[in-house]
């Protein structure tokens, strides 16, 4: 089974930061990678797909690359609505869609 | 715009039966997705994938629940539902429809979720 490790775990930064958070994939899955957003008593929201394909409607600060075994989701100037918990998850091989432990983005 | 609500009870007693459903409306059942699934979180928790199934009535299932876990699809009623038996404590979670969407990047289909349910909430308690 595909196991998903995220780093950090929780990640204090500052409005305006360059953040980046970091997913290992216990084996290659290509590229299909997605990235969540979550807020408190709210479902994920999708922000991107195909490890860098941005979902419509989600702000160009939001970068996502890599492949293979290791990805990477980037927001390069934090904003006030971007303090959050981030989710990878891969859709490649079974059991399909497992998820990352999560990353807790906070305010420092 | 495809819009997905969970409906259900909010509390099972243990060793009894989960049921879920899910209304899809904006879209038609049978061809507004790749797949449609089910993800669970526990509180303080990640998401867990539970399964999912294609519009044809195909369903895969996470082989840690596959045992307990069905998932069937209503297309008359726009609906699909989720049974999960035998429930204990463990299954306490908020239990989110769905919808897994396809796209092309490149020469390659990937897939994603994009649309999402608000949750419902099932306690798992005598």
């Known amino acids: 089974d595909v196991q998903l490790t995220q780093s950090p775990s929780f990640l204090s930064a500052s409005v305006g930061d360059r953040v980046t958070i970091t997913c290992r994939a216990s084996q290659g899955i290509t590229r299909s990678l997605a990235w969540y957003q979550q807020k408190p008593g709210q479902a994920p929201k999708l922000l991107i797909y195909a490890a860098s394909t941005l979902q419509n409607g989600v702000p160009s600060r939001f970068s996502g690359s890599g492949s293979g075994t290791e990805f990477t989701l980037a927001i390069s100037s934090l904003q006030p609505e971007d303090f959050a918990t981030y989710y990878c998850?891969?859709?490649?091989?079974?059991?399909?869609?497992?998820f990352g432990q999560g990353t807790k983005l906070d305010l420092k | 715009q495809v819009q997905l609500q969970e409906s259900g009870p909010g509390l099972v007693k243990p060793s009894q039966t989960l049921s879920l459903s899910c209304t899809v409306s904006?879209?038609?059942?049978?061809?507004?997705?790749?797949?449609w699934s089910w993800v669970r979180q526990p509180a303080g928790k990640g998401p867990e994938w539970i399964g999912r199934i294609h519009p044809t009535g195909i369903t895969d299932y996470n082989p840690s629940l596959q045992s307990r876990v069905s998932i069937s699809i209503d297309a008359s009623r726009n609906q699909f539902s989720l049974i999960l038996n035998s429930v204990t404590a463990a299954d306490t979670a908020v239990y989110y429809c769905v919808r897994v969407g396809r796209g092309l990047v490149g020469v390659y289909n990937h897939y994603f979720m994009d649309v999402w349910g608000r949750g419902a909430t099932v306690a798992v308690s005598s």
């Open positions: 998850q891969q859709l490649n091989s079974f059991p399909w869609y497992t």
């Open positions: 904006g879209g038609s059942i049978s061809s507004a997705a790749a797949y």
